[in-house]
């Protein structure tokens, strides 16, 4: 659009080239339009991307609550089992006693 033609209201504009103008304004507005549209794709896919990321971070939020879980009930297990093993190891040592015992009594 010319300088002249921005200036002027319509009932001035007589013996101004307007198809050319209005091409113009037309051209420069579907360029903005066209780059509306980019910067709104490129932001809901940004948004998509964080909402799978959050929504990855509460599995992995999940997964680490649950594998908390498991590692406390096999921590419990272990600490009974090394119990269990210490009391049979402890009956072994009183038998193997008595078995002496007697064996070296013959």
Do not use: F
Request: aromatic letters at 0%.
């Amino acid at each position: 659009m010319s300088v002249t033609a921005q200036r002027l209201r319509p009932d001035e504009m007589d013996g101004v080239n307007l198809d050319g103008a209005l091409q113009q304004a037309l051209s420069r507005l579907k360029t903005s339009i066209e780059a509306m549209e980019a910067v709104l794709h490129r932001r809901e896919r940004e948004h998509k991307s964080a909402g799978a990321l959050e929504e990855e971070l509460q599995v992995l939020l999940q997964d680490r609550a649950r594998l908390a879980n498991e590692l406390d009930s096999v921590k419990a297990r272990a600490s009974k089992l090394d119990a269990v093993s210490a009391e049979v190891a402890g009956r072994l040592d009183v038998v193997m006693a008595d078995i002496g015992s007697v064996l070296g009594g013959r």
